[in-house]
């Protein structure tokens, strides 16, 4: 695989509908997103000095941070108003050339910054709920 360009990566917010269609967020500028895969230790007098981990015993997850220029983009309104309500949404992530991530997610934070001299940031969190799908590109 050849190289990507970081702003292809992309977050999108889905609008519920059926088909969903997915929005991308504006004014991004950076996205991580982290897989995670809980270990259950089940290490025990008889393992000797190796642990021993349970297979298939933890918990799958994503993580995912980003953030961006303040645009005031109907893409940011939509995220503002997911914060207020608190409720899973569903989000999809894309690694271009990769794979694309869709799943439901909560908004965990929401933050907005600026210095009088320079433009107005926002960063966010969101942390997965439930089964997420992944696809290859």
Do not use: C, H, W
Not at 20 to 48: H, P, Q, Y
Not at 53 to 74: C, E, I, P, R, Y
């Amino acid at each position: 695989m050849a190289a990507q360009k970081g702003s292809a990566l992309l977050m999108r917010i889905g609008n519920a509908g059926s088909p969903e269609a997915f929005t991308t967020i504006g004014g991004m500028r950076s996205t991580s997103m982290t897989l995670n895969d809980e270990m259950v230790d089940v290490t025990n007098k008889d393992s000797g000095r190796a642990r021993t981990l349970l297979a298939q015993g933890g918990v799958n997850s994503m993580t995912v941070s980003g953030s961006g220029v303040f645009t005031d983009s109907a893409s940011e309104t939509t995220l503002r108003g997911k914060f207020d309500v608190a409720a899973l949404s569903n989000y999809q992530f894309l690694v271009p050339d990769l794979i694309t991530v869709t799943g439901a997610f909560q908004l965990t934070s929401l933050e907005y910054a600026g210095e009088y001299n320079g433009e107005a940031t926002y960063s966010f969190s969101f942390e997965s709920a439930g089964d997420l799908t992944i696809a290859t590109v």
